[in-house]
Nanobody, 118 residues
């Protein structure tokens, strides 16, 4: 069982920055691809960014150039640096861990709220 705990959400003005953290329950990055998703009210949960086990990253078009996903292997933490935030970035952000070898091993954090408003 993988446990994920997000933190770092909050209220920020348009153009501002936030950094989300996802603390994992152990050294899982060699086995799990890590990702951030977000879900706005009344909308589906969408992929924001992913960092594969080998370190390759990918982003949704809507956040390319503004968001950066990274991880600290020593601390077992995944980050999402969010810059130039827009009101449409407002959502609950979820950390996800998905096994490279067993798709049934797919875990979610509890989510952290990000609100972008003046």
């Amino acid at each position: 069982q993988v446990q994920l705990v997000e933190s770092g959400g909050g209220l920020v003005q348009p153009g501002g920055s936030l950094k989300l953290s996802c603390a994992t329950s152990g050294s899982i990055f060699s086995v799990y691809n890590m990702a951030w998703y977000r879900q706005a009210p009344g909308s589906q949960r969408d992929l924001v960014a992913i960092i594969e086990s080998a370190g390759r990253t990918n982003y949704a078009d809507s956040v390319k150039g503004r968001f950066t996903i990274s991880r600290d292997n020593a601390k077992n933490v995944v980050y999402l640096q969010m810059d130039s935030l827009k009101p449409e970035d407002t959502a609950v952000y979820y950390c996800n861990a998905k096994s490279r070898f067993n798709p049934d091993r797919n875990y979610w954090g509890q989510g952290t709220q990000v609100a972008v408003s003046s």
